[in-house]
Each structure stands twice: as structure tokens, then as C-alpha cells.
């Protein structure tokens, strides 16, 4: 009996469960055998790969289609010669593309055409750009269309990504420790480079390319200075040369004092004659090592950092400077506009767009001024940066968080998608109505980009759960093309990394997610109640840091009468820096939409809603959806045992209850705080927090990951 069991067992094992065990190590590029009839008809289109060039990024493209084909086909499909089935690669200096007289102008170096025709009697599919960066974006849009389940016989493809720099922002220290990072270590492990060459940064620089992020900002903002020290430099030569195949550019953070504290001097100021030179210096060195090195992304005069303000200088005047050093290489400088000083009482909302617009015009050409998505700092829900609009004359990139620092870490299961929809979407009205943020970032003449806060890491995940890699990929889509659908990249993305399947389930389950982690965490409009420093977990209460703008009590004002930030003109007038018409519209509790009105107004508990519940009841209301949204994807989950490999299946299923258990931690501490602060009884038929105020007051994690040091 035992071993007919065994057997069955055995025969299971073979035939029932998926080829292999997975780990979410493959990401979207699993390349997992598709079911028979799909796969003859991709085999039947997708007989062989043809290149006639050497450009490192065709072969790259080519050793992919073979790789990703072989495994969706379930055949070995090799690089071949021209016949029917054949996939055929190259640039215009191939003589068999240029003969095609494809639609490649305007296309630029990373624009494609993909299209199925004949050549010489031969059913082909031909992959065409004008450089060989463009090749590969195209071979893997052909992956993606295989992978996600549709055909491949009738193409006619033409795209290219609508901007120019689309960057990754690591957030890694030297010793490998990542500032908001949970998703285990740096992937760069500086000790053993250059000499080792973990084939893991291959895999990053694949996965990059597959959503065209074509940069990599190596290290944290808040920058060490040794990043540019010979020793560092070495190695950063190392992962560029490994990352160049896939079209991927390194990029280092620097610190503003570095002249003082690599350099010998004894100033950074960016007007000193001494300081420029050393700079200068520095952008030959880099170039020479790393000749298409793209440049510097700087954190000045902010949280501490050193900057041009020590000196009484600009920000446009700082980064003009670094500018100048890198413009003879064609690098670019990347100017953060995060800006907020401890010296200044104004609402922290204000304070990058009263220091930036100023300066609207003044930057050098190859500066772009990277701009947080809203004015405070990554929430779950914020307007959009005021900036957007604003600053006619001078290239604006907007910088998303990836890494999931103020929405649950990587445990909660958060689709950010519709976060970066709502920003790109938003109507600034500047120059007039319909210019989205997503027109501001795209506009013509200049510089244009995005960037996101990275969220991988050493986890063999990469993103320290499986569905933070959507978030990672939905940044590439989104850079991409910023007029992209939320729910249409996410149905890829499932499509890829669970199967085609199973797409319509599990985007069920990340369309709602973000609004979930709003509601439980701060809905209405509510900010940065979070505990202190690693920002893990619930402090509304806090009220007893150095810095006002520090304090969530600072941020939610909550009192016996009401709750929320006066941003209007009778308050911060934070409203103002908004066009017009917002202004107007934001500026009146009755116009403004509701997910925002305690960003702007400070109302009273008893303030009517659209629901017809007191503003108290809605907030409570809200809380308890948040939590009632994690129960139901939890539900949705389990359904879908059985249907996905046991392993990704039980991490997602635990992270869940992991989630459910911090989303009834966040609504019952926000809703026994708001109450005793309200003076409120707890609506009819709502669960009394588990525990006493006092209780939440007390929890400490001092050990929380991420937290910045
Ligand atoms: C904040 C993070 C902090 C970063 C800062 C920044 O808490 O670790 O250094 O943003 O963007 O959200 O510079």
C-alpha cells in the first residue's frame, strides 16, 4: 500500500505539480511552458532567432528570445537563418533591416518596430530599431506578448518610451545596508568587486531591461562620500560594463562636501574656483572608466545633507556647477527638490515649491530637477506636488517610492499602480486644463524622466515579497509610458508571474490594495501618523520630536472640535501654490474631493459627509473598509491554492495574515487615539479597539528594518 502511494506520489510529482519549485526568483521572466495548443503556435511563428550584427545588446536580445521562447514553447528554438518561423533582429546597419523600409524615424535610439511580413517568401517576424538598445526593448515586448498569452503571427508593433531617463534609485550605503530596504542587503556587494561578478546583477540589469529602465543610481542619497574614491570607482566600473548589454547606465549620488571630505579642501562652496576644478577632475576620472557614466543625483541642503545653501548659494547655482563638470561627457545632473529645513517655520507642504519655483529657468540644460510625486514625502495618498506645472522652463522628473517605506513594508500586499496613475493623471492646469503631471514630465525640448526608489534586494525574491515585484515593474511600465493603465500593466504582470491563468483573480486583488493600506493606515486624507524614525506601525499620538514637522500630531491637529491641516488661505495657504482653479476647487471643504479634505482643512468631527456620516463615522467607517479589504484578498488568496506552486502560494498566504494582523493594528490604535482626542464615543455597531489606548502607546520596535542611520 505504502508503495503504491509512493507511487502515485511519485507519478503527482511528475505530472501534477508545476515544473519546478519557484521562489519568485524569475520574476515576470519565468518563461514557463504555456499549454500545448498555445505553445504549437507560437513554436510554428518562433522557429529560430536571426541576427547579423554584434552590438552586445542584439546579442543580448537574441540570447533572451532564445532562452524565453525555448522555455514558453517547451522546444529549443536556436538562433537560426532566415525561414518561415524565423525571428529576425537588427538596426538599420544591417542591410537586410535597412532593405525593410521600416517606420523607424523618430523612433530615436530606444523606439522599435515589431512586425510579422515576408521577406523573400518567408512568414518572418522582424525586430527593428535604430541602435541596438531599441533591439532588445523590442525582443522583449515579443516575450511579453508570448508570455501573456496572446499570438504572435499578425504584429505590427511601433513604440518607444515617451521619456528619457528612466531610473532606478538604490538607496544602498557602502556596507550594504539599505535605507528603507526590506528586501534583505544592497545587491552590490562592494567587497567582493570587482573581482566577483554575481551573476545576480546580470539578472537585475535583464529584468531592468525587460521594462526599460535604462538607469541605476547606485547608492543612497544620503551619500557617503567614499562612493567616489578610487576603490569605489573601480567597482562601480565593474557592475556598469556588466549592465551596458542591457542599456542600463550607472548613475552615483553624491555628497555636496565631498571636495572637503575626499578632496582635501576646505570648502564645497560651488562658486569656489577650487571646488569646480575638483569636481571637473572628478567627472574625467569617472568618464574615463566608465565612458557613457550618466551622471550625479543630488540630496542638497536637506535633512542635514550638505548643500549649496551652507554657503549662501542656490540650488540652481549647485547644481549648475556639477553640471558644468559633467556636461564635456554628456552627463547629466539629477537635483532633488526634497527640500524641507529645520530653520523654517513654514508648513514642510510649502517648502520645496517656495525655494524651486524661484529658480524656474535658472538651471543649465543638462540639470533636471527631480520632484517627489507629492509635496510631503511618499504617503499613501498625497495631491500632487504643486511644482508640477509650475516650473515652465525647467525640466521636472517625477521620483516615485517603489520600496514600500510608508505603506507596510514589504509584507502588505500594496499594488502601487493606481498611486502613480493618480499622480500622472492629476490635471495641474498649468498652462490649462487637461496638462496632466504626466504632460509635465513629457514635455518637449528638454531633459525628461522618472524615478523610483528601488525595492529590491538580496531576498531571493528580489522585492521581499512576490507582489512587490509588480510594484518594481509597474515603475518600468509607467516610466515607460506614462499615460499607461494601472490596471492593464498589472494585468501583464500577473499574466507573467503567475500565469495567464490567473490573471483576473490576482488583479482583483491588487486593483483595490493601495486603497486598502490608505484606509487602515490614514484615510481622508490623514499623513505621516506614523511611529517614529523606521515609520513601522502606528503613532498618531507622537508628539515630542526636536523638529515640529517631525510630529504626526503636527500633521493631523486633532482636538476636541475637529481634525486636519487648515492648508487654505486662512491657514498655510499650502492650497495657493496649486493653479488657480484647484485652489478654488481644493480650497472648499465642499468641493474638495474627500480623499484629500483633511490634507486641506481642519473640519469638526460632526462635519457632514457625502455618505450622510459624520466625519468621525466616516473616518471609523474607513478604518474598518481597510481591514475588511485584507479579510477579502485573503479570501481571494486562498481560493487560488492549488492553482499556484505551493511555495509562492504559502509566502503570500502568511504575508496576508502578517498583513491582516498590522491592518487591525493601525485601525484599532488610529481609532482609540482619534477617540479619546474626539471625545467621541465609538459609532453604533463598531468593534471597540482590542486593547486601551495605552496599550498601542506602549509598542516599540526599535529594530524595524530600513530605518535611516
Ligand atoms: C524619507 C525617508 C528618508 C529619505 C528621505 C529622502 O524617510 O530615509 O532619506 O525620504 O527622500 O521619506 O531623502
Redesign the pocket.
Known amino acids: 500500500m505504502a508503495r503504491t502511494l509512493g507511487w502515485i506520489g511519485l507519478l503527482c510529482a511528475l505530472w501534477c505539480a508545476p515544473a519546478r519549485a519557484e521562489d519568485g526568483y524569475d520574476l515576470w521572466l519565468r518563461y514557463q511552458r504555456l499549454p500545448a495548443a498555445q505553445a504549437d503556435r507560437v513554436a510554428a511563428a518562433a522557429t529560430g532567432v536571426v541576427r547579423d550584427e554584434d552590438a552586445a545588446p542584439v546579442v543580448a536580445a537574441q540570447g533572451e528570445l532564445v532562452r524565453g521562447l525555448s522555455g514558453l514553447t517547451g522546444r529549443p528554438v536556436a538562433a537560426g537563418s532566415i525561414g518561415d518561423g524565423a525571428i529576425v533582429i537588427g538596426t538599420v546597419r544591417s542591410p537586410r533591416i535597412a532593405a525593410l523600409g521600416l517606420p523607424l524615424s523618430g523612433l530615436g535610439r530606444e523606439g522599435f518596430v515589431l512586425r510579422s511580413m515576408t521577406i523573400g517568401g518567408r512568414r518572418v517576424t522582424v525586430i527593428a530599431a535604430n541602435a541596438p538598445v531599441g533591439v532588445l526593448y523590442g525582443a522583449f515586448r515579443l516575450l511579453r506578448i508570448v508570455q501573456t498569452g496572446r499570438a504572435i503571427d499578425r504584429l505590427a508593433i511601433v513604440d518607444r518610451p515617451r521619456l528619457q531617463l528612466r531610473v532606478l534609485n538604490h538607496?544602498d550605503n557602502p556596507d550594504r545596508y539599505v535605507?528603507?530596504g526590506y528586501a534583505g542587503q544592497s545587491l552590490w556587494d562592494w567587497q567582493k568587486l570587482p573581482g566577483f561578478a554575481d551573476p545576480r546583477y546580470t539578472d537585475y540589469a535583464r529584468a531592468n531591461a525587460s521594462i526599460g529602465i535604462n538607469g541605476a543610481v547606485l547608492n543612497?542619497?544620503?551619500a557617503s562620500p567614499d562612493m567616489l574614491t578610487p576603490a569605489f570607482l573601480t567597482r562601480v566600473e565593474k557592475l556598469a560594463a556588466i549592465f551596458r548589454p542591457w542599456g542600463i547606465r550607472v548613475y552615483l549620488s553624491v555628497r555636496f562636501s565631498s571636495p572637503i571630505e575626499v578632496g582635501g579642501l576646505t570648502t564645497a562652496d560651488p562658486l569656489d574656483p577650487k571646488v569646480a576644478a575638483w569636481w571637473r577632475a572628478k567627472a574625467d576620472e569617472i568618464h574615463a572608466r566608465i565612458p557613457d557614466f550618466g551622471g550625479f543625483l543630488v540630496?542638497a541642503s536637506?535633512?542635514g545633507?550638505p548643500g549649496p545653501g551652507d554657503y549662501g548659494r542656490t540650488h540652481a547655482q549647485g547644481a549648475n556647477m556639477l553640471a558644468a563638470a559633467l556636461k564635456p561627457h554628456g552627463g547629466v545632473v539629477m537635483w532633488?527638490a526634497?527640500v524641507y529645513a529645520h530653520d523654517k517655520p513654514e508648513d514642510r507642504a510649502k517648502q520645496a515649491y517656495s525655494e524651486f519655483q524661484p529658480l524656474d529657468g535658472k538651471f543649465a540644460g543638462n540639470v533636471i530637477v527631480q520632484v517627489?510625486n507629492g509635496p510631503i514625502?511618499?504617503q499613501p495618498r498625497e495631491p500632487f506636488h504643486p511644482l508640477f506645472g509650475a516650473m515652465p522652463r525647467t525640466p521636472l522628473m517625477m521620483?516615485v517610492?517603489v520600496t514600500k517605506?510608508?505603506l507596510g513594508f514589504a509584507t502588505h500586499l500594496a499594488y502601487l499602480g493606481p498611486m502613480w496613475e493618480e499622480a500622472l493623471r492629476s490635471d495641474t492646469f498649468r498652462p490649462r486644463r487637461g496638462t496632466t503631471v504626466a504632460d509635465v514630465l513629457e514635455r518637449p525640448g528638454g531633459l525628461t524622466g522618472m524615478a523610483g526608489?528601488a525595492n529590491v534586494g538580496t531576498d531571493r525574491n528580489w522585492s521581499g515579497s512576490q507582489f512587490d515585484q509588480a510594484n518594481w515593474y509597474a515603475f518600468g511600465r509607467m516610466a515607460w509610458d506614462p499615460d499607461a493603465r494601472a490596471d492593464a500593466i498589472a494585468r501583464d504582470w500577473a499574466a507573467m508571474t503567475w500565469g495567464p491563468g490567473l490573471a483576473d483573480p490576482v488583479v482583483a486583488m491588487m486593483m483595490p490594495s493601495r486603497q486598502a493600506v490608505v484606509d487602515y493606515m490614514m484615510p481622508l486624507g490623514l499623513h505621516h501618523l506614523f511611529a517614529t524614525g523606521h515609520?513601522y506601525g502606528p503613532g498618531p499620538w507622537v508628539d515630542d520630536l526636536a523638529r515640529a514637522d517631525w510630529n504626526p500630531v503636527y500633521y493631523h491637529k486633532a482636538d476636541r472640535q475637529g481634525i486636519g491641516f487648515d492648508r487654505t488661505a486662512r491657514g498655510s495657504d499650502a492650497v495657493g501654490q496649486y493653479a488657480p482653479v484647484l485652489a478654488k476647487r481644493w480650497g472648499d471643504p465642499d468641493t474638495a474631493p474627500e480623499d484629500l479634505l483633511l490634507w486641506f482643512h481642519h473640519v469638526s468631527w460632526d462635519r457632514r459627509m457625502r455618505s450622510g456620516r459624520t466625519l468621525w463615522a466616516e473616518l471609523v467607517g474607513r478604518y474598518d473598509r481597510g481591514v475588511a479589504t485584507v479579510a477579502a484578498m485573503q479570501r481571494q488568496w486562498a481560493a487560488l491554492a492549488g492553482q499556484v506552486d505551493p511555495q509562492r502560494h504559502g509566502e503570500v498566504a502568511q504575508f496576508l495574515t502578517i498583513q491582516r494582523g498590522e491592518a487591525q493594528w493601525w485601525r484599532d490604535a488610529c481609532i482609540a487615539y482619534f477617540a479619546e482626542t474626539s471625545g467621541r464615543a465609538l459609532p453604533d455597531g463598531v468593534v471597540p479597539p482590542a486593547h486601551p489606548l495605552q496599550w498601542y502607546k506602549a509598542v516599540r520596535t526599535p529594530h524595524a528594518p530600513?530605518?535611516?542611520r
Open positions: 538607496w535605507e528603507r543612497n542619497v544620503n540630496k536637506s535633512e545633507q532633488r526634497f517627489k514625502d511618499f521620483e517610492q517605506e510608508y526608489v515609520h530600513g530605518n535611516g
